[in-house]
Antibody
Framework: EVHLLESGGGLVQPGGSLRLSCEGS????????MTWVRQAPGKGLEWVST????????YDADSVRGRFTISRDNSKDTAYLQMNDLRHEDTAVYYC???????????????WGQGVLVTVSS | QSALTQPASVSGSPGQSVTISCIGT?????????VSWYQHHPGKAPKLIIF???NRPSGSSDRFSGSKSGTTASLAVSGLRAEDEAHYYC???????????FGGGTKLTVL
């Protein structure tokens, strides 16, 4: 059974940093692109970042480009989201999702984690 | 502002059918047959219910069906049940620097 488990969330001050992890199990991790999607309070889902299975191709939303970095360690079956210079508007539940497609281009996301809460506040 | 446009809310009585629209552009929905739909209950992980416009993954109810015409995709839910009450999101493969675009979400209320 495919399982995705996020960790690393918490309370951080504006301007601070946080690293989220997403550990996969039940599948060959390196074959799949991984994506981070977030949901701010009262808002809809927002795509954040995607990384291809090999880790060389990445995409970032305009809202986080230059501040967030997606990466992965296939030897640990884990994807990461390094979040720097955090802002109030980054407060959200962050989900990782497994993408089905070609390289880093996902046609759809067939499995999602339960999400981890990131709160940016002083 | 989301890249794909969905109605904020739809509603229907148990047993009825509803349709949720998802309007895109020639760079996403209009260009690719890679529209997917997700059901999201509060506090839970989003669940894939339709992929590649009109395909259901294993475990997705056959009361869900998808379609596409031009730059508009649609999700139909038939035989409404109380458990269908949730938010629904469409996404599409896209060209350019953004590989995927999301809709703003639609709250389905079962009256």
């Amino acid at each position: 059974e495919v399982h995705l488990l996020e960790s690393g969330g918490g309370l951080v001050q504006p301007g601070g940093s946080l690293r989220l992890s997403c550990e996969g199990s039940g599948f060959i991790f390196s074959v799949y692109a991984m994506t981070w999607v977030r949901q701010a309070p009262g808002k809809g889902l927002e795509w954040v970042s995607t990384i291809g299975g090999g880790g060389t191709r990445t995409y970032d939303a305009d809202s986080v480009r230059g501040r967030f970095t997606i990466s992965r360690d296939n030897s640990k079956d884990t994807a990461y989201l390094q979040m720097n210079d955090l802002r109030h508007e980054d407060t959200a539940v962050y989900y990782c999702a497994r993408g089905v497609g070609v390289l880093a281009n996902s046609r759809y996301f067939d499995n999602w984690g339960q999400g981890v809460l990131v709160t940016v506040s002083s | 502002q989301s890249a794909l446009t969905q109605p904020a809310s739809v509603s229907g009585s148990p047993g009825q059918s509803v349709t949720i629209s998802c309007i895109g552009t020639s760079n996403d929905i209009g260009a690719y047959d890679y529209v997917s739909w997700y059901q999201h209950h509060p506090g839970k992980a989003p669940k894939l219910i339709i992929f590649d416009v009109n395909n259901r993954p294993s475990g997705s109810s056959d009361r869900f069906s998808g379609s596409k015409s031009g730059t508009t995709a649609s999700l139909a839910v038939s035989g409404l049940r109380a458990e269908d009450e949730a938010h629904y999101y469409c996404t599409s493969y896209a060209s350019g620097s953004t590989p995927v675009v999301f809709g703003g979400g639609t709250k389905l209320t079962v009256l």
